[in-house]
């Protein structure tokens, strides 16, 4: 029999296990295209429309000057310029963990995008090894839509 309700683990800290469960609508506005573009095996990021700066996590506004920005696709390989393994995750990552996020420097990008590294144990990873980005077959929508992989990682699709 599932337990219901609130169960006290202890007081001191209060930690306490609930469960809860809520559906919601939202609208991703002005970063629709890029989700949408993860569902079509495209990245894209923002090129300044004033001094070209190039934004490889898209930005609706230029950081640099402020001016607007347009889409721009990115390559799709890339380099890892740093990374961190992470030994605890969110409940999405659970059944991956430990792995491995990445920052990506791109030919022709002025900044970095975020991701996870898979298809490479933690201790082979090092910084400038070459990367391509994979995305999920069924798209979700999500950031977690695409990830990346050693450039010259056997059994890719
Ligand atoms: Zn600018």
């Not at 933690?122 to 050693?150: M, N, S, Y």
Request: glycine share 8%; net charge negative.
């Amino acid at each position: 029999m599932e337990e219901n309700g609130t169960i006290l683990y202890g007081i001191d800290p209060l930690i306490l296990r609930d469960h809860y469960e809520i559906d919601y609508r939202h609208s991703y506005a002005q970063d629709s295209p890029f989700f949408v573009g993860l569902s079509k095996g495209k990245l894209l990021g923002s090129r300044c429309t004033v001094c070209d700066y190039v934004f490889a996590t898209p930005r609706a506004y230029c950081m640099q000057c402020g001016a607007a920005t347009e889409w721009q696709e990115l390559p799709l390989a890339g380099r890892i310029h740093t990374f961190t393994t992470c030994y605890y995750g969110g409940e999405a990552f659970l059944k991956e963990t430990p792995f491995t996020l990445i920052l990506v420097e791109f030919d022709g990008a002025d900044t970095l995008f975020l991701s996870r590294l898979k298809n490479l144990v933690p201790d082979q990873v090092c910084i400038g090894l070459p990367v391509r980005a994979r995305f999920a077959k069924t798209p979700a929508f999500k950031v977690t839509d695409v990830w990346f992989e050693p450039l010259d990682c056997a059994g890719s699709r």
